[in-house]
């Protein structure tokens, strides 16, 4: 079944940060900060946060976490939304680290201009309620490894710096997103983005970026049921290795600065394989496998391999 698409600029809509009053609405903290603290489903906020007595909360675990350090999830349960103002990892191996969140964005991040932010192995639902899974404003970087993000109102992962800033994620699934399953967006700063190993189905728009000043790699990955699997508003995007079904438009390129580059991909069972729209370019490397969809659709341009 193919997914009927909006308009790919109306899919580009970011929710305004929660107040960052929000994460000092935890308990008052005792003990030392530690470089490294655990939660756990039968932890509590009370606790030091260390190993032999766990928080129950990723925002408890937080304010007992020194800059730079790590939270570890001990075992599977919902460890709460959280704002994250300062470097920090959020690891989970094995356990099902589970974010829900019924309204607003699960995972808020308005850190330092040179905070690094990793979040590795959870799993983010909006209980189709919920507005944003992951939500980027400020920091340095964002590695996203291992994770789902899904069934939020607006998008999975929202990645709209105030500054310059990059974006990784690997090993990762954004699905049922009403708006987009990953978003970059940027202003007059320079953005950038590497996705590898996505898969994102059932979303708006699959994988967006948009502005002149972001720049997005991706490589193999699996786009699916969206409306559009790909989209670039005067972004430029390099696509390799992606595989492209079901979708209303496989890969749509708008606005006269978006370029988006496509190597290696197989792009079939959609409306539309590939549309360039107000001077926009798509540029195909000649490698590609483009067909069965209902209309293949044409590349603007293609460039020789070198």
Do not use: H
């Not at 190993?197 to 049921?225: E, K, P």
């Not at 490698?287 to 391999?305: E, F, H, K, M, R």
Request: charged residues 5%.
């Amino acid at each position: 079944m193919i997914k009927m698409p909006m308009t790919l600029l109306g899919a580009i809509m970011i929710v305004p940060i929660l107040s960052v009053t929000a994460y000092a609405a935890t308990r008052p903290q005792s003990g030392t900060p530690l470089v490294r603290t655990y939660v756990s489903g039968l932890g509590s906020d009370s606790n030091p946060c260390t190993a032999a007595s766990p928080c129950a909360t990723f925002q408890a675990a937080l304010a007992m976490t020194l800059a730079g350090g790590e939270i570890f999830v001990l075992n599977s349960a919902d460890y709460g939304t959280v704002t994250i103002n300062k470097a920090v990892s959020i690891t989970s191996e094995g356990a099902a680290a589970g974010v829900l969140a019924a309204s607003g964005a699960a995972i808020t991040i308005s850190a330092g201009a040179s905070d690094v932010v990793n979040l590795r192995g959870l799993t983010i639902d909006g209980a189709n309620s919920g507005a944003v899974g992951i939500q980027f404003v400020s920091g340095k970087s964002l590695t996203i490894q291992k994770s789902f993000v899904r069934n939020f109102t607006n998008s999975g992962i929202s990645f709209a710096p105030s500054a310059s800033a990059t974006l990784f994620v690997s090993d990762t699934s954004v699905a049922n997103n009403a708006n987009n399953g990953i978003v970059i967006a940027g202003g007059s700063a320079t953005v950038k983005g590497a996705l590898s190993r996505v898969n994102a189905s059932g979303n708006g728009v699959g994988i967006l970026a948009t502005g002149s000043a972001v720049s997005l790699a991706v490589a193999d990955a699996v786009t699916s049921n969206n409306g559009y699997g790909v989209g670039s508003a005067s972004a430029a995007v390099t696509i390799r290795n992606l595989t492209a079904s079901a979708n209303s438009v496989g890969i749509a390129a708008d606005q006269s600065a978006a370029i988006v580059g496509v190597a290696q991909s197989t792009i079939t069972g959609n409306g539309t394989g590939w549309q360039a729209t107000n001077g926009a370019q798509v540029q195909s490397y000649g490698n590609n496998n483009v067909g069965g969809n209902a209309s293949d659709g044409t590349a603007t341009t293609i460039i020789a391999l070198q």
